[in-house]
């Protein structure tokens, strides 16, 4: 017996690949870990296996942590690399500017976010070197870290001589390189590389490493590859609530994708479907492909007639991310014929819909 009534058709949507469920890899190794008792808050067997594995995937001994989500993995990782008075430099996109409602700041007891600016969702190395040297006053916050995201938030990917010139200047200023890798599956996926050729050899000093976007139900892990900033960070987690009681339901999930490479493939499968997306919306004539596809995204604008109307069919996709247009993001259960529907239906719409209505302010709220 169902004990939800579904009273709406079932359908995936492109608004975020948080939409999608739980994989069946990350389902199995969650339900094998719901036997027995286990050792509470992080002394169990799944979560050292966990973190071996992790360890495994990046080639090196570097410190593991999970936690609930990415915001607070972001959040508390940059917190370590500095003190109150520093301040992180990120892409003026990047999800801890733009979405994580100042959580860098408040765990960080008030570090300062520094936009710069960067083309293709990129943080341009210039940038970095033209911001540190803008003030070096006492009266400024002194700059201490660099994050970037990989995938960035605009559906692009850092290759490793991107990341090699920030690095350069993080070198050059003594600054500290996080990765914010909600989407770092998508980017090794993309790039077709081994994870530590885009990590610790090129100077990422800590990585949130996504899990809950390539298919767990929960839960990223903060890898330190610099293992001096995780002293203590099993105190930071604790005090931001962050230390899950029932941990192997946190990292058992982690196990089944990592151990036998569940987590590239579903990675890989929605980069493809994004790619599929991609390659038949850029053959409409009214629609504008806005970013290179690299990752799992593809972003567009649409007529804005299309977009209400779409939505009104049922469509869900945001319009709020990066500089504007509409994410069509794909997720490890996207399937071809989800995209060639949604790519039918923008099509009818386009011909059918009435041209006059416009695109509200409330059109473009977070679904
Ligand atoms: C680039 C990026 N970083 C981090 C996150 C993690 O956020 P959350 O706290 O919702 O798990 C997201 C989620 O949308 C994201 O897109």
Known sequence: MPLMKTTVELRRHFASDNYAGICPEAWAAL??????????????????????????????????FFVFNGT?????????????YHSILCHENAHVETDECGAPEFFSNGMKVLQVPGANGKIDPSAIERMVKKRTDIHYPKPRAVSLTQATEVGTVY??????????????FGLTLHMDGARFANAVASLGVRPKEITWQVGVDALCFGGTKNGTHVGDA????????????????????????????????WVGMLQDGAWLRHAGHANTLARRLHDQLKEIDEVKILFPTQANAVFAD????????????????????????????????????????????LKRLLVEAPKDTP?????????
Request: net charge negative; glycine share 4%; hydrophobic share 40%.
């Open 359 to 367: 695109l509200s302010t409330a059109d473009h709220r977070k679904l």
């Open 31 to 64: 339900e094998e870990a719901n036997h027995d008792h286990a050792v509470s808050y992080g002394d169990d067997p799944w979560t050292a296996r966990a973190a071996d594995l992790i360890r495994d995937v990046f080639e090196t001994h570097c410190e593991v």
């Open 159 to 172: 290759a490793v001589e991107d990341i090699k010139a920030i690095w350069a200047k993080t070198k050059q």
């Open 72 to 84: 607070a993995a972001n959040s508390l990782s940059l917190a370590s690399t500095g003190q109150s």
């Open 302 to 345: 649409l007529p804005p007639y299309v977009i209400v109307a779409l939505r009104r069919e049922g469509w869900k996709f945001y319009t709020f991310i990066g500089q504007g247009g509409c994410r069509l993001m794909c997720a490890w259960d996207t399937t071809e014929a989800d995209v060639d529907r949604f790519v039918a239906d």
């Open 222 to 253: 903060v890898v330190f590859f610099n293992r001096d900033l995780a002293e203590e960070f099993d105190y930071r987690c604790k005090q931001a609530g962050q230390l899950c009681s029932k941990m192997r339901f946190l990292s058992a999930p």
